[in-house]
């Protein structure tokens, strides 16, 4: 294998054509013979330089609308042919084909094209055919060809041919390659997935095509002996934490990521609602509230547990505003999402050097599609996102009394805030804020006491008469199997209950709510979450 290799001829086709002027000039530098196509000849032309066509190259011209130029034996053979075998220089020799040295290719606009919502047919003009057969090809023999795919790299390829009196080295070629394969997996992964996802309807296909592009790597995992890294989709995709912009603060965390990640995603539920707030501990909230400011929702937020809001993560429905900032700024916060701040509440923040500031834009949809995936031993798990949403009118009323007006606003807020809370999940809430949140419990009505005691707690702190779970409803995220579980959030107060139902004990739990002069309603629908 041969570690310098001069270029001397390279095929130039791309669709990016950034950069592609400078690339050219230091390529003509070094004397290199210019072969291009298409919209490439025509823009490198345009730039000063001297260039062949492929089709002279080959001696067939561009057809079929451009869809045959490069499959072309004059074009692969000079690509692949093994320059220190005797039968393939014979070959050539005999064939009249020339060496090619260095491949500059990118493809066809394919994602950008399904992006813009363009129709079927563009979509399937923009699957490139001869660009991946020319990576792929000059990839293989990157012994003796150097291939480049992404823009970002043309700087590399002219510090080395700079360095090298016009070549490449091995070393390069062999990075170069690994990103062409990549380059080319994840193409083919961005049309497979649209075939099966876009255009085929498969929630589930036969094989589920992944396609991530290295973000960052991260300072360690879930802890510190664990490596960790953000991987972003290679396609369109909805936009979320991992696209926000951090405007200060230090590197964030796994932790960071995945706890700003769970604030995102409950914030969202309420991205049309009054001013909401969200704090979250460990991928669990600790205290939400809507309110007529946001400065109110992250007092009554805060609230709900301040104890477990220490060093916590908050997300806010609303862009900041100078007084949020300054109240947020009272304890040790982590992170803060909103989808936007004004110069006051950056001005506040930038006094917190540590706190992590992240603008989100336009919250993502709580009711878009998609698939969620875990690992396993030996696989993966995945499963449609809970994106189930209740109205008033799906709630079926199953006791004597009816809940008010009050008690239903009540109990839909501490569902929604449920559906976030980690399985046994039991939200208590009241006026349009959690009152006491109890998550990740073996069995419900442990989770329905260590609500009710947190809510104790915050009021012997704040000074209340009671606690907030007086009067409150209280969400279940999946059906009481026994009574208990209900009668403790009796013992907390609470007045109307909101359960998904279907328990083969549903008429004993209705029993208990009846004698105790609760209001239940079911759902007929469950949101565990693991």
């Not at 394919?110 to 990839?139: C, H, L, W, Y």
């Not at 009050?406 to 807020?413: G, M, N, R, W």
């Not at 208990?512 to 979450?529: D, K, P, Q, S, Y």
Request: charged share 20%; glycine share 8%; aromatic share 6%.
């Amino acid at each position: 294998m041969t570690d310098l290799v001069p270029v001397r001829r390279a095929l130039l086709s791309v669709s990016d054509k950034a950069g592609l002027a400078e690339l050219a000039a230091a390529l003509v530098r070094h004397r290199v013979e210019l072969v291009s196509t298409g919209g490439t000849a025509k823009a490198l032309r345009e730039a000063g330089h001297e260039v062949r066509d492929v089709a002279d190259l080959t001696g067939f011209p561009e057809m079929m609308d451009g869809r045959v130029k490069t499959l072309h034996p004059t074009v692969h053979g000079g690509i692949l042919a093994v320059r220190d075998d005797a039968a393939h220089v014979a070959a050539m020799d005999a064939h009249g084909i020339g060496a090619i040295d260095l491949v500059v290719v990118n493809l066809y606009p394919f994602a950008a094209t399904v992006a813009k919502g363009a129709p079927r047919d563009d979509i399937i003009e923009n699957i490139d055919i001869g660009g991946p057969a020319m990576v792929r090809s000059a990839a293989k023999n990157h012994a003796f060809v150097g291939i480049v795919t992404e823009p970002e790299d043309y700087a590399a390829v002219i510090a080395e041919m700079d360095a090298n009196g016009g070549a490449t080295s091995l070393t390069l070629r062999k990075r170069l390659a690994a990103t062409a394969f990549a380059h080319t997996a994840t193409y083919d992964g961005m049309i497979a997935s649209w075939f099966a996802f876009a255009d085929q309807g498969k929630l589930f296909p036969d094989t589920l095509p992944l396609t991530a592009k290295l973000a960052n790597e991260l300072r360690y995992g879930e802890n510190p002996h664990q490596k960790a890294a953000l991987y972003l989709p290679a396609g369109p995709a909805s936009r979320g934490i991992a696209q926000a912009e951090q405007v200060q603060g230090k590197e964030l965390s796994y932790n960071n990521i995945n706890d700003a990640d769970a604030a995102l995603e409950l914030v969202a539920e309420f991205r049309d609602a009054d001013p909401t707030c969200v704090i979250v501990k460990h991928a669990n909230p600790c205290g939400v509230a809507s309110a007529a400011s946001l400065t109110e929702a992250y007092d009554a937020a805060l609230k709900c547990d301040d104890v477990s809001a220490f060093g916590g993560i908050i997300a806010v429905n609303r862009p900041l505003d100078g007084a949020t900032a300054e109240a947020i700024s009272a304890i040790f916060t982590e992170v803060v999402c909103a989808p936007d701040a004004d110069a006051d509440a950056r001005a506040v923040f930038a006094k917190k050097k540590n706190l992590r500031l992240l603008l989100t834009g336009e919250l993502p949809d709580p009711a878009r599609g998609g698939l969620m995936m875990k690992t396993i031993a030996g696989g993966w798990l995945a499963q449609s996102r809970d994106n189930g949403r209740i109205t008033r009118a799906d709630l079926q009323v199953v006791t004597d009394r009816a809940p008010t007006d009050e008690e239903l606003a009540d109990a839909l807020f501490a569902w929604t805030v449920a559906k976030h809370v980690k399985s046994n999940a039991i939200v208590y809430a009241k006026g349009g804020s959690t009152a006491g949140i109890g998550a990740g419990q073996m069995n419900r009505r442990d989770s329905a006491r260590i609500a009710a005691a947190k809510a104790r707690e915050a009021a012997e702190s704040h000074g209340w008469s009671e606690a907030r779970t007086v009067g409150s409803a209280v969400a279940s995220d999946a059906f009481f199997p026994f009574a208990d579980g209900l009668l403790a959030a009796v013992e907390a107060g609470a007045t109307c209950v909101i359960q998904p139902g279907g328990s083969i004990r549903d008429d004993e739990v209705i029993a208990a709510a009846n004698e105790a002069g609760l209001a239940m309603v079911f759902t007929g629908m469950r949101h565990f979450r693991h």
